[in-house]
């Protein structure tokens, strides 16, 4: 069994379970295109981020039920096609439910945008969520 890695040099390497190193496969080249920090609470939109590179606006969709809990963000910079990643989180409910982000491909996939809901369980929710963090990567 092995883990990749990537060491002071940018190269990749192979750990083994032994605990010998060995040159490994290059990795894909991927960089984050974009990223949001922002405060999910309250029902105004525009939504203002706390912190953010290449997002023009966060807007909290009024047209999904229940629309509270879904957001489309839109990229300052448009990506060469749709075939990136956006990984989310979201902070827990005030007793600690566990939150989890779903990339909606039904409501808006584009170069420049994006939609994302947040459940808690299997229930939107909008309920505990001061921080959302999102990164595109491509």
Known sequence: KSIRLA????QNALLWTSGSET???AA???TC??????NGTGTGSPITPIVSANVSTVTRSSTTSPGFSVFEITMTTALDNTNYAVIATSSSG?????RTVVLRTDLTLTTTKFSIQI???ATPTNAGLARVSVAVFA
Do not use: R
């Open 33 to 38: 295109k974009a990223f949001v920090v922002f």
């Open 28 to 30: 894909p080249a991927a």
């Open 94 to 98: 005030a007793s600690g439910e566990q």
């Open 23 to 25: 040159a490994g496969p």
């Open 7 to 10: 060491n002071g040099n940018s």
């Open 119 to 121: 459940l808690d369980g």
